[in-house]
């Protein structure tokens, strides 16, 4: 098992955002956590990244217990996220926002950074060669030299999935990657996530609304109403529950 929620529990003040919530997600799977808004998806998202602590309960990776820990130890550790609303940054390139999600690896010294001393340059020659190695796997090495914003948003999206990949991450956690795609892009990214799960030999964990594309991606759902775990197993008796129909008012049906 790679990771394992326990009976997570989420209080905001008098919110309770997630209500005694546990599942576990085993290797290589791809995983959905689904739900209306505000049931509390991007709030387990948060817990397991570290950004926030659970009220109750605990959460597991790879048998260890990682909650406590904080965000940037938890991308050491093999986890890395994408968010809701794209995060690269505006003034670089799409080979500099990729970059960034190397810092962290890098094995020379400081010392050695400013004097650039030989170790600087074969380490900086290898992360750039994982780099483009990346984003070929996702068909954006053509656009390295621009602007990252100057992309359409279903390549923005793509550099910011290349960007978690960089952390070279066992568990990847994607905070509605086909938000505001069209459905040619859509059909797309689910092939690109089959073979980043295959290539990069790592297990997804995703949230998303579009019932389509959790259908033909997702082995597994989690289903969140107002922070309660409604349904949790195989996507195919999933769509044929009544209390997930009801908490999606029918959006099931088109999947
Ligand atoms: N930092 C916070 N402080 C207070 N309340 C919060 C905080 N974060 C989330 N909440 C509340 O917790 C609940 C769950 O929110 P969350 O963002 O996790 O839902 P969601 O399922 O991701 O929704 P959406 O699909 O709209 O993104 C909501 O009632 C929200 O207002």
Do not use: W
């Amino acid at each position: 098992m790679i990771l394992e929620v326990c009976n997570v529990t989420k209080k905001f003040g008098g919110v309770t955002a997630i209500k005694d919530t546990s599942f576990h997600v085993k290797a290589k799977e791809i995983y959905g956590l689904i739900g209306p808004n505000g049931a509390g998806k991007t709030t387990m998202f948060n817990i397991i990244t570290g950004n926030y602590e659970p009220t109750e309960g605990s959460i597991k990776f790879h048998g260890q217990k990682i909650d406590g820990i904080k965000p940037h130890k938890i991308v050491h550790r093999g986890i890395a996220r994408t968010f809701q609303n794209i995060r690269l940054f505006k003034s670089m390139t799409v080979l500099e926002n990729v970059l960034i999600g190397f810092d962290y690896q890098a094995t020379y010294s400081y010392f050695e950074a400013i004097f650039r001393l030989p170790r600087f340059f074969k380490e900086e020659k290898r992360v750039k060669q994982r780099a483009f190695e990346i984003m070929e796997v996702l068909g954006i090495a053509k656009y390295a030299d621009e602007l990252a914003t100057s992309l359409s948003y279903g390549q923005q999206r793509k550099v910011e999935i290349a960007r978690a990949l960089a952390a070279n991450p066992q568990l990847l956690l994607l905070d509605e990657p086909a938000a505001g795609m069209n459905p040619n892009e859509t059909h797309e990214l689910a092939e690109l996530f089959f073979k980043i799960r295959d290539e990069f030999d790592i297990t997804i964990l995703l949230i998303e609304h579009d019932m389509k594309f959790v259908n033909k991606l997702c082995d597994r759902v989690m289903v969140l109403d107002y922070g309660k775990t409604i349904f949790e197993g195989d996507i195919k008796d999933a769509i044929k529950d009544e209390e997930v129909i009801k908490a999606y008012l029918g959006d099931f049906k088109h999947a």
